[in-house]
């Protein structure tokens, strides 16, 4: 067959050979073409879709001040968004305290003491937050923290 094609390179049915492979090529080529576009599009929602969730994370690094005197919380926000929470915590009071929220605990600190707790809140809501010592909550270390978008 192939010395046939050969030998009819010039006749009218191998001109029809030639049209039929160009018109598939063009074809494929076209297919391909959109193929190539279409799997372009979504790479670069996604990329763009991780990149916008990876600065929202990275943005919503929130600090709030927790200041323990005897037997009461101040905090410096009573409203956060969703995200990184840093919780600057200090014992202004004259016995010992903690902070906890969120199933996250600071150690317990004495007089003057403080630290950080770091709460990652990835849900709205309302958080409540108390002091683990025995009856401190109980007489006003207690209060909620509101989590929104």
Same mark, same amino acid.
Request: hydrophobic residues 45%; positive net charge; glycine residues 8%.
């Given at each position: 067959?192939?010395?046939?094609?050969?030998?009819?390179?010039?006749?009218?049915?191998?001109?029809?050979?030639?049209?039929?492979?160009?018109?598939?090529?063009?074809?494929?080529?076209?297919?391909?073409?959109?193929?190539?576009?279409?799997?372009?599009?979504?790479?670069?929602?996604?990329?763009?879709?991780?990149?916008?969730?990876?600065?929202?994370?990275?943005?919503?690094?929130?600090?709030?001040?927790?200041?323990?005197?005897?037997?009461?919380?101040?905090?410096?926000? !009573?409203?956060? $968004?969703?995200? *990184?929470? +840093?919780?600057?915590?200090?014992?202004? #009071?004259?016995?010992?305290?903690? &902070? !906890?929220?969120? $199933?996250?605990? *600071?150690? +317990?600190?004495?007089?003057?003491?403080? #630290?950080?707790?770091?709460?990652? &809140? !990835?849900?709205?809501?309302?958080?409540?937050? +108390?002091?683990?010592?025995?009856?401190?909550?109980?007489?006003?270390?207690?209060?909620?923290?509101?989590?929104?978008?």
């Amino acid at each position: 067959m192939q010395g046939f094609i050969r030998a009819n390179r010039s006749g009218p049915l191998a001109t029809e050979a030639r049209r039929l492979v160009s018109s598939i090529n063009t074809k494929d080529r076209t297919l391909k073409s959109a193929l190539s576009l279409a799997v372009l599009g979504l790479v670069a929602l996604l990329i763009a879709t991780g990149s916008a969730a990876s600065n929202q994370e990275f943005a919503a690094t929130t600090k709030v001040n927790v200041t323990m005197t005897d037997y009461a919380f101040a905090l410096s926000k !009573k409203t956060v $968004r969703t995200g *990184t929470v +840093i919780f600057q915590v200090v014992n202004k #009071g004259e016995v010992v305290h903690d &902070f !906890k929220i969120a $199933r996250k605990k *600071t150690p +317990i600190y004495e007089a003057g003491q403080g #630290g950080a707790l770091r709460v990652v &809140f !990835k849900n709205i809501g309302r958080y409540p937050f +108390i002091c683990t010592i025995p009856g401190h909550a109980a007489i006003g270390m207690k209060g909620v923290l509101k989590v929104i978008r």
